[in-house]
């Protein structure tokens, strides 16, 4: 395979991330059939086709879990009121205690959402250019 093929096909894995704003986790089955699809032409496409994967399941992960947190601070200390088993009664109260910690959080999911951004286009313009890329705080699923 040419280098300058081979370079387009390893922006095409990192950029099909991109794929989740179009249905429900794109953003790990494209670059997954991506790179499954390629990873037999060359050695830097398999590299960079376990880097994207890595970082999209470890980039799943992170939100996930940030997601988690945010339900104690979402629901407060009024969670029980909030569903109550014994009359299926609605009665969400915010509370104004926790509000500073809602905050935050949601300005953090917001970091974590552009930085993954972020990082996907500086990792499609690196494997343009035939360059390796690492993706920083990645979590090796795959090796």
Not at 67 to 76: M, Q, V, Y
Not at 92 to 103: A, C, G, H, V
Not at 112 to 127: D, E, P
Request: charged share 10%.
């Amino acid at each position: 395979m040419s280098k300058n093929n081979q370079s387009t096909n390893a922006f095409l894995i990192h950029i099909s991330a991109f794929a989740g704003f179009i249905f429900p986790l794109g953003h790990i089955i494209t670059p997954l059939i991506a790179w499954q699809t390629l990873k037999k032409s060359s050695s830097f496409l398999d590299e960079q086709g376990k880097e994207a994967v890595n970082f999209n399941l470890s980039y799943t992960l992170y939100t996930v879990i940030i997601t988690l947190c945010f339900i104690p601070f979402a629901f407060g200390s009024s969670y029980r009121e909030f569903i109550s088993f014994n009359n299926f009664n609605f009665n969400y109260k915010l509370n104004t205690d926790y509000i500073f910690s809602f905050l935050g959080l949601g300005s953090l999911t917001g970091i974590i959402y552009l930085a993954g951004v972020i990082l996907v286009i500086i990792a499609s313009t690196k494997a343009r250019d035939g360059l390796p890329y690492k993706y920083p705080f990645t979590i090796k699923f795959l090796k």
